[in-house]
């Protein structure tokens, strides 16, 4: 079936067919672990229209190909880590990159257009039917986390300049770290439980552990940088806020398919105004006050 076919086509095709076939392993391999019948069947379903598309793509081809395992063990592993539907649509996403490859097989390949639509229409569907437990609990995280930044960015800032030692810094930041976790844990357990959920302890408890893993990062850098070098400590802790910023924001955008860039600037500039007024508050504190450390 390849003779009336362009070379450049049919290199494009080999491309998909080994897409497919790499992302049918992959959802077959995750729903092994996956957590929920429901989740697990349409894993299976979506690996058996991978497989589907990659015999169709054979039949222009005649390769058989076997699976990029560096592909499938990298999407395996970051399911475990970070979650299934994260990891799906990670994968998805990717693929709905390869538009423009169906366009241009269309006239060559007619099928092409039969993939093209059941890709876009029936396989998000489905993957709209994922179900996971950590992405019901979202916002108790981005409560946890938002939190964290911005009060420990603020006091920290505040603190640098104030104290001008490192370790005293972390020691200050760590202790009111350790307490606001306290804090904010019970006060969503508390708030959820005046709205009679019955999950409220699963909902403090990821609010607590995204303000206490926030926490630790943003100390970590006073913990390594010598007593005296406490501007380079900020500088490294605004460095980790952007990045924890980036990193969740794009998780969330993608696990729950939002918009990243109105989001992730949205608590950037946020988190890093705060620490700035809180530098200069802990500027004129130590001015005005007149203590010194």
């Not at 990298?74 to 990717?94: I, N, Q, R, S």
Request: proline share 2%; with cysteine.
């Amino acid at each position: 079936m390849t003779h009336d076919i362009s070379k450049e086509n049919l290199e494009r095709i080999a491309k998909m067919q080994q897409s497919e076939l790499d992302e049918s392993v992959i959802y077959t391999k995750i729903a092994k672990f996956a957590k929920g019948e429901e989740n697990k069947e349409t894993l299976r379903r979506l690996a058996r229209e991978e497989r589907a598309h990659c015999e169709i793509w054979k039949k222009y081809t005649q390769r058989d190909l076997k699976p990029n395992m560096w592909k499938v063990t990298w999407y395996v592993l970051m399911a475990w880590l970070l979650g299934f539907t994260f990891a799906v649509k990670l994968m998805e996403h990717g693929e709905g990159r390869a538009q423009e490859e169906y366009d241009q097989l269309a006239q060559e390949v007619p099928e092409s257009a039969y993939i093209r639509k059941q890709e876009n229409e029936h396989e998000h569907a489905l993957l709209a039917m994922l179900d996971e437990e950590r992405l019901q609990y979202v916002g108790s995280m981005v409560l946890g986390l938002n939190d964290a930044l911005v009060e420990l960015t603020g006091s920290l800032a505040g603190f640098t300049f104030a104290m001008q030692n490192t370790r005293l810094i972390a020691l200050s930041g760590l202790i009111i770290g350790i307490s606001a976790t306290f804090s904010m844990a019970s006060s969503e357990f508390l708030a959820a439980r005046s709205e009679g959920r019955t999950d409220a302890l699963k909902s403090c408890t990821y609010t607590g552990i995204a303000y206490l893993l926030t926490v630790v990062a943003l100390i970590a850098p006073y913990l390594i940088f010598p007593n005296a070098q406490y501007m380079a400590a900020l500088i490294s802790m605004l460095v980790i806020v952007i990045l924890i910023i980036a990193g969740f924001t794009f998780y969330t955008s993608v696990a729950q398919s939002r918009p990243f860039k109105s989001r992730f600037w949205e608590m950037a500039l946020i988190s890093v105004g705060v620490a700035v007024v809180s530098f200069f508050v802990g500027i004129a504190a130590k001015h005005f006050l007149g203590v010194e450390l």
